[in-house]
């Protein structure tokens, strides 16, 4: 299984970044897709997700500004990020995850950074 992401980078303040995560070795379709992020010295913590029946949530410091996407016939989630802020700067990291009565499947990738400037 690998989901690599892409699409981070350097970016003034009120500026925009789209990150691509890429699975495989998954049925793509199947799997909630997530987005964290971790900041320098904090816990990772949760930015938005899509289920595999397309519902989106957001963490509420990135509502109205973020948007989760996925597109299963290229097994890619995207993050399209506006109006970004210097404390959205962090690594962000793609999640794959899938509960079933038969086990779980949890995967990441190795992280993006995203570095916002004042």
């Known amino acids: 299984v690998q989901l690599v992401e892409s699409g981070g980078g350097l970016v003034q303040a009120g500026g925009s970044l789209r990150l691509s995560c890429a699975a495989s070795?998954?049925?793509?379709?199947?799997?909630?897709m997530n987005w964290y992020r971790q900041a320098p010295g904090k816990q990772r913590e949760f930015v938005a997700s899509?289920?595999?029946?397309?519902?989106?949530n957001y963490a509420d410091s990135v509502k109205g500004r973020f948007t989760i996407s996925r597109d299963n016939a290229k097994s890619t989630t995207y993050l399209q990020m506006n109006s970004l802020k210097p404390e959205d700067t962090a690594v962000y990291y793609c999640?794959?995850?899938?509960?079933?009565?038969w086990g779980i499947g949890n995967y990441w990738g190795q992280g993006t950074q995203v570095t916002v400037s004042s």
């Open positions: 899509i289920r595999s029946g397309g519902s989106t």
């Open positions: 070795g998954i049925i793509f379709s199947a799997y909630d």
């Open positions: 999640n794959a995850y899938k509960d079933t009565r």
